[in-house]
Antibody
Framework: EVQLLQSGGDLVTPGGSLRLSCEAS????????MNWVRQAPGKGLEWVSV????????AYAESVKGRFTVSRDNSRNAVYLQLSRLTTEDTAVYYC?????????????????WGQGSLVIVSA | SFDLTQPPSVSVALGQTATITCAGD??????VHWYQQKSGQAPVLVIYRDNHRAAGVPERVSGSNSGNTASLTIAGAQAGDEADYYC????????FGGGTKLTVL
């Protein structure tokens, strides 16, 4: 059974930093892209970042580029999102989501499993 | 970036058919995926690559995609179908539609 267990959400002051974690089980972790998706209160889903299986290829939404860093540790079956220079606009529930495709980038990929979410509140 | 437009809300009578649309420029050339999100829960995959049902999704749920519009259709709507639904495509980056709140009356 695939499971994605998230941790790390917290209340942070503007300009601060935070690291989110997502621990995976039930599949060959190193073969799959892992994504981060966020949802501001009362709003829709916004894709944030992706990291591919080997860990060397990543991509970010323009809204977080240069402030957030995604990484993974395949020996621990974990993916991380380092959030820096946070603003109130970053307040959201952050989800990790597993890419279905077992390989690199694939145009037909989709997110077949999601974590339970981590709440990040940026407030003074 | 690629824009996806969904109606903010759709209402359907119990037992009737609901259709949620997702509009985008030539979206018919893309793979469209759909997620259901119930209140306070994480999203769940419903339809992948236009018209393939995810595991455990009943046959009364279907998807289609052509031209500038993709659609998610829920036949015989039940109270348990009340949720927000999001379409999702690859458009140089991953893009989600704004979401549609389905209300079953």
């Amino acid at each position: 059974e695939v499971q994605l267990l998230q941790s790390g959400g917290d209340l942070v002051t503007p300009g601060g930093s935070l690291r989110l974690s997502c621990e995976a089980s039930g599949f060959t972790f190193s073969s799959h892209a892992m994504n981060w998706v966020r949802q501001a209160p009362g709003k829709g889903l916004e894709w944030v970042s992706v990291i591919y299986g080997g860990g060397s290829s990543t991509a970010y939404a323009e809204s977080v580029k240069g402030r957030f860093t995604v990484s993974r540790d395949n020996s621990r079956n974990a993916v991380y999102l380092q959030l820096s220079r946070l603003t109130t606009e970053d307040t959201a529930v952050y989800y990790c989501a597993k890419g279905w495709f077992s390989g690199g980038w694939y145009i037909g990929d989709y997110f077949d499993y999601w974590g339970q979410g981590s709440l990040v509140i940026v407030s003074a | 970036s690629f824009d996806l437009t969904q109606p903010p809300s759709v209402s359907v009578a119990l037992g009737q058919t609901a259709t949620i649309t997702c509009a985008g420029d030539n979206i018919g050339s893309k793979n469209v995926h759909w997620y259901q999100q119930k209140s306070g829960q994480a999203p769940v995959l419903v339809i992948y690559r236009d018209n393939h049902r995810a595991a455990g999704v009943p046959e009364r749920v279907s998807g289609s995609n052509s031209g500038n519009t993709a659609s998610l259709t829920i036949a015989g709507a039940q109270a348990g179908d009340e949720a927000d639904y999001y379409c999702h495509v690859w458009g140089d980056t991953w893009v989600f539609g704004g979401g549609t709140k389905l209300t079953v009356l």
